[in-house]
């Protein structure tokens, strides 16, 4: 059977979840694929690396992504991140021109966001796992009602969060997000293909660190 395993504070909030069917067939499923021979990726240990990073107390900002990138050795659990010595795919290019134009920040020489989930980032994807080589492989197999139900859990239960959305996908997966309670940054997605079109000059950088700032909430050192 496919392992879960699950910071303590996520855990405690997620045991209920963890258990409904929607999820035991999700995981029965990962473990028949597996049984089937098929590459998983991430790793089994990275799958919940987002939440195992990112304790829910530590919370401050919402990063929220799709699909783990479906090819070797990228996806590690964090979405537009990737491991140390992978060329960082187009989507994180520009988030880091974006970062410079922003805030002055020179891009580092690779992909690795962990610095920023250490900090608070919550990095979160749709859906937390793929089939090598086939994109969306894994949609509609129950990891959008879990990561629903963990933005529903960040929205009752905490205030004064960034929720940092690229892309209309994004924007409607967090479309309950009580803009009362927490600071919505919106944009379209900073793929190539759309990143002219408002995501460069949307400066989401300095604007999460000046609503952090107003709130008395340490900001985000975003040099990576």
């Known amino acids: 059977m496919f392992k879960m395993n699950l910071e303590e504070s996520w855990k405690n909030l997620l045991q209920t979840e963890l258990e409904k069917p929607y999820m035991l067939e999700l ?9 089937n021979g098929k590459i998983i990726y991430p790793q089994e240990q990275d799958i919940f690396a987002a939440l195992n990073l990112t304790p829910f107390d530590r919370v401050k900002v919402v990063i929220l992504g799709q699909d783990p990138y479906h090819g070797p050795n ?9 491991r140390k010595g992978v060329k960082p795919p187009p989507s994180l290019v520009n988030i880091y ?24 980032v919550l990095l979160l994807n749709n859906v937390l796992t793929v089939e090598d080589g086939l994109a969306g492989s894994h949609h509609l197999k129950g990891w959008e009602e879990f990561t629903d ?5 960040l929205n009752e239960k905490k205030e004064n969060l960034v929720f940092i959305l690229w892309g209309t996908p994004a924007q409607k997966k967090a479309q309950k997000v009580d803009p009362k309670k927490h600071f ?19 400066k989401p950088f300095s604007k999460t660190n000046a609503f952090l700032s107003s709130k008395s909430i340490t900001p985000i050192d975003w040099k990576i």
Do not use: M, N, T
């Not at 995981?27 to 049984?35: A, P």
């Open 74 to 82: 990228q996806a590690h659990g964090l979405c537009f991140s990737v």
């Open 149 to 153: 139900r963990i933005i529903e859990l």
């Open 27 to 35: 995981k029965q499923f990962l473990s028949q694929e597996k049984q």
């Open 97 to 120: 021109k974006e970062l410079r134009d922003d805030l002055g920040i020179i891009p580092p020489d690779h992909g690795c966001l962990e610095a920023w989930a250490k900090q608070g």
């Open 184 to 202: 919505i940054l919106k944009s379209v997605h900073p793929s190539p293909l759309s990143s002219y079109r408002g995501f460069f000059g949307s």
